[in-house]
């Protein structure tokens, strides 16, 4: 079974600092990780992924995150948060399945203020 | 090049009531799946396609119905909607289905059940 945690439901930044959202994930399997940004009334569009190759993953604007095994963590950054970044974030695992039947965190909604 | 559709985008229902959610993607898509979103809980797999004609249920089957005829083409099917069906529902296809590949979400259906 795989579940996956998002550590915070809400994460509150002022634009220009630094953003970070937390994804922790429990697989019995390799993970296929994503992380997956939704806007106000619009559908799912991926930021970025990890399937095995580099642990550290680069994404559309600006936004990595770095797989860590040890501490089973796939947590979302980016150097300076714009305000067109606030949305609701989610974190999602795939891995392990036979076909990618994800599994999302609860999703975390970051907001930015001016 | 359309991606996913999905149809309507807004419905409410009155207990007991039926109707099919649409879903088309026009990308030769093997992979479909529809997922439910209600707040704080994410993404829950409703039922998945690996291709025309196979189906299987995901997390949360209980109240739909789906049929998967052609490729092109997934709807989700509710016979007799309840008040605990009003959630936000979302389409989404990748290529093969595999646990690594990006798979595109439609842009939502909100249903409102009365």
């Known amino acids: 079974a795989q579940s996956v945690t998002q550590l915070d439901s809400h994460v509150s930044v002022s634009e220009g600092t630094p953003v970070l959202l937390r994804c922790n994930y429990s697989?019995?399997?390799?993970?296929?990780l994503f992380w997956y940004v939704q806007h106000p009334n619009k559908g799912l569009q991926l930021l970025l992924k990890?399937?095995?190759?580099?642990?550290l993953v680069k994404g559309i604007n600006g936004f990595e995150a770095e797989f860590k095994k040890s501490e089973t963590s796939f947590h979302l950054t980016k150097p300076s948060a714009h305000m067109s970044d606030a949305a609701e974030y989610f974190c999602?695992?795939?891995?392990?399945?036979?076909?990618?039947?994800?599994?999302f965190g609860q999703g975390t909604i970051l907001t930015v203020h001016p | 090049n359309a991606g996913v559709t999905q149809t309507p985008k807004f419905q409410v229902l009155k207990t007991g009531q039926s109707m099919t959610l649409q879903c088309a993607q026009d990308?030769?898509?093997?992979?479909m799946s529809w997922y439910r979103q209600d707040p704080g809980m994410g993404l829950r797999l409703i039922h998945y396609?690996?291709?025309?004609?196979?189906?299987d249920q995901g997390e949360v089957p209980n109240g739909y119905n789906v049929s998967r005829s052609t490729t092109e083409d997934f709807p989700l099917r509710l016979l007799s909607a309840a008040p605990s069906q009003t959630s936000v529902y979302f389409c989404?296809?990748?290529?093969?289905?595999?646990?690594?590949?990006?798979?595109?979400f439609g842009p939502g259906t909100r249903l409102l059940v009365l």
């Open positions: 989404a296809s990748s290529y093969a289905g595999l646990a690594e590949e990006t798979q595109y």
């Open positions: 999602g695992n795939a891995g392990g399945t036979s076909y990618g039947k994800l599994t």
């Open positions: 990308m030769n898509h093997e992979y």
């Open positions: 396609s690996v291709g025309a004609g196979i189906t």
């Open positions: 990890y399937t095995s190759a580099a642990t």
């Open positions: 697989s019995s399997y390799s993970p296929s």
